[in-house]
């Protein structure tokens, strides 16, 4: 899958998925940690948060203090859910 396709992807609302469009932190999180489980938001974002005693609400603390982590996030987020809609249109 090419890297442009995934920076094209756009939500069932027609808005581009990298653009974050009334997507907040929270939803974000709850739909990598529904996506990967908190094992696998740590393995692929290193963070504490998500490795000693995760949860929704400790992480966003964290997240919102922490601009470097939470860029982190949102291109795990923008990354996997484009691939999401991508693979969706593919079927």
Not at 2 to 8: C, F, K, R, V
Not at 49 to 61: H, Y
Request: net charge positive; hydrophobic share 35%.
């Amino acid at each position: 899958m090419a890297t442009s396709n995934l920076s094209d992807a756009r939500d069932e609302s027609g808005h581009l998925i990298r653009e974050l469009h009334g997507i907040t932190l929270a939803q974000i999180l709850e739909y990598l940690v529904a996506h990967y489980g908190w094992p696998g938001l740590d393995e692929r974002i290193h963070i504490n948060c998500f490795a000693v005693n995760p949860s929704i609400k400790s992480s966003l603390v964290f997240l919102r203090r922490t601009p470097w982590a939470r860029t982190k996030v949102e291109e795990l987020y923008i990354k996997t859910r484009s691939q999401e809609v991508l693979s969706k249109k593919t079927k």
